[in-house]
């Protein structure tokens, strides 16, 4: 349930409101934008009598919720979260690329990519440490070292990581060592992982799951929001479907109906999506003309060599160019590419 003030609403009145729905067991949540101050009601106000509010006068409207998902519903928040990952603001006006290699290899690698990437016009460098592979035999990351060349990294050319989380017992490294904890796809409803996630101050990188409904993916960011965490950015990479051409089918869609929903930043992986660094350029700048607040793009040095998916990494030169046409489209739909 959604109560929206009226301008000359009191701050004695606003309190005494929601001392009483408190009283009776509810979670507020609070929303004051520049001219509207909403107050979310969130439990079962199914037998709740929402017209006995308008007794108030200083109450303008309510409205009963129907999606199951609340904490994240533009209803409850009109205005865009912005996120704040170490000094880069994901989302509102901006656009941020992130990129860098699927794997951390070694420190070699990753003092070399890091520069490029930064001159070239990346805000945050992602890397895996831990791998999550389809194959028990493949590669499956540096872990612990992996989390290290990362946070010296970031601390050498001062610029946010990324990379990807794959259980609980981790977490105490990650919110150490890593300015943006990324959540995969196969992790996207491990609950368990989610909950401890709501319980920390870092920001969040969720990504859709293979097969996962844009319901299912807003309820996996409930849970991290239902913590205390609102620090959250959304990750379209592709969903499965009977296409065998590229290695997920990128749901471009996803982007608008996102932005209608939620008030959470969304961003695109169009590497997992497309598999193959021939697509990226073009699943990019959709992705950007369709009102996506970034990007996270794989970069290797040497992709033939990559110990991950080097078949979707761009080779740096390539992802400079990218960034410039990023720009361009962005300056289009006023924007900022920052």
């Not at 699927?102 to 490029?116: D, L, N």
């Not at 590669?139 to 990581?161: A, K």
């Not at 990504?207 to 379209?236: D, P």
Request: proline share 4%.
């Amino acid at each position: 349930m959604i109560i929206k003030f009226k301008n000359t609403a009191t701050e004695e009145q606003v309190s005494r409101l929601k001392e009483k729905f408190l009283k009776q067991g509810f979670e507020l949540h609070e929303s004051i934008g520049i001219s509207t101050r909403l107050l979310g009601v969130i439990g079962n106000t199914i037998s709740f009598d929402i017209n006995s509010l308008y007794a108030y006068e200083f109450i303008d409207n309510v409205l009963r919720v129907q999606e199951p998902f609340k904490k994240v519903n533009r209803k409850f928040k009109p205005d865009d979260t912005i996120v704040d990952v170490s000094g880069v603001k994901v989302g509102g006006k901006n656009i941020v690329i992130m990129g860098g290699p699927c794997a951390v290899e070694s420190k070699i690698q990753m003092k070399e990519i890091t520069p490029i990437i930064k001159s070239s016009g990346g805000k945050i460098i992602r890397g895996g440490a831990y791998k999550p592979r389809t194959s028990p035999y493949s590669f499956q990351g540096l872990g612990l070292e992996g989390l290290e060349i990362l946070e010296n990294i970031s601390s050498e050319y001062n610029i946010p990581v990324v990379s990807e989380i794959m259980s609980v017992d981790e977490l105490p490294y990650f919110v150490e060592k890593i300015d943006l904890i990324q959540v995969g796809a196969r992790n996207m409803q491990n609950f368990n992982l989610l909950k401890e996630l709501g319980k920390i101050n870092k920001p969040i990188l969720l990504k859709r799951g293979l097969a996962n409904t844009i319901e299912e993916w807003l309820m996996s960011a409930e849970y991290i929001m239902a913590g205390g965490n609102s620090n959250v950015i959304l990750c379209e990479r592709g969903i499965r479907t009977y296409e065998t051409a590229t290695r997920n089918t990128l749901d471009i869609s996803s982007v608008p109906v996102i932005k209608k929903l939620t008030h959470l930043p969304i961003i695109i992986d169009p590497s997992h999506a497309a598999g193959r660094w021939e697509y990226v350029e073009s699943l990019s700048k959709a992705a950007i003309a369709a009102g996506a607040d970034g990007l996270i793009i794989e970069v290797h040095q040497t992709p033939e060599s990559a110990l991950s998916d080097g078949q979707q990494s761009l080779k740096p030169d390539k992802f400079k160019d990218l960034v410039v046409k990023c720009r361009r489209i962005a300056e289009a739909i006023d924007r900022t590419l920052i």
